[in-house]
């Protein structure tokens, strides 16, 4: 039943450890996206997919990976993971780019 | 930056008052939106209006759109507690592939 989920809710973990989250969507969509919302709630893109092609890399530490095995999932992978990594990341799908966004529940992440 | 900006960051009233919000952006725009968050969940999609359209409604929410200005309105009326949230706002700009999102604003609906 749920358009855009996330897997885990929350992860906390130590510092250098990698980590990843996982997403799908079930509503068709061609693009899907990932963002970061830190502390004070700024929302920033960082990557997003049409139909498994990454269209959108912002600057993002190349720790950071995404992957697409398919149109319907959008992974997260985070190498050597830093304090400043800890954030609620997003993921998110349209049926076109710059339309209506479909928001999963978020990851709460915290580096320790 | 980008990234728009919203005001009030905080908005306090009453329920059945109503509460405006404003976005200001910097750059043309395809569309603009506007977004719910709840505390602790995702961000859902409340409504979207077009470079040339100057007002929308949707049930008790009416968003202006002024190009000129560079600037939107979400006005919400007869608000209840369960509107309390944060709303943002984000703009598609000409020539990008993504939105940009504003910095937010608080709203607090007390009984």
């Known amino acids: 039943d749920t358009a855009v989920s996330q897997t885990p809710k929350y992860l906390v973990t130590q510092m250098g450890n990698d980590k990843s989250i996982k997403c799908e969507q079930n509503l068709g969509h061609d693009t899907m996206y990932w963002y970061k919302q830190d502390s004070k709630k700024f929302l920033k893109i960082m990557f997003s997919?049409?139909?498994?092609?990454?269209?959108i890399n912002e600057t993002v530490p190349n720790r950071f990976s995404p992957k697409s095995p398919d149109k319907a999932h959008l992974n997260l992978h985070i190498n050597s993971l830093e304090l400043g990594d800890s954030a609620v990341y997003f993921c998110?799908?349209?049926?076109?780019?710059?339309?209506?966004?479909?928001f999963g529940p978020g990851t709460r992440l915290l580096v320790l | 930056s980008q990234q728009g900006e919203e005001d009030p960051q905080a908005l306090s009233i009453q329920e059945g008052e109503n509460a405006t919000m404003n976005c200001s952006y910097k750059?043309?725009?395809?569309?603009l939106q506007w977004y719910r968050q709840n505390s602790g969940r995702g961000l859902v999609h409340l409504i979207l209006i077009r470079s040339n359209e100057r007002e929308k409604h949707s049930g008790r929410l009416r968003v202006t759109l002024d190009t000129s200005k560079k600037s939107s309105s979400l006005l919400i009326t007869a608000s209840r507690a369960a509107d309390t949230a944060s709303y943002f706002c984000a703009t598609s700009n000409t020539g990008f592939q993504k939105l940009v999102f504003g910095t937010g604003t608080r709203l607090l609906v007390s009984p």
């Open positions: 750059t043309s725009i395809n569309n």
């Open positions: 998110a799908s349209s049926q076109v780019t710059r339309e209506t966004q479909y």
């Open positions: 997919y049409n139909n498994k092609e990454l269209i």
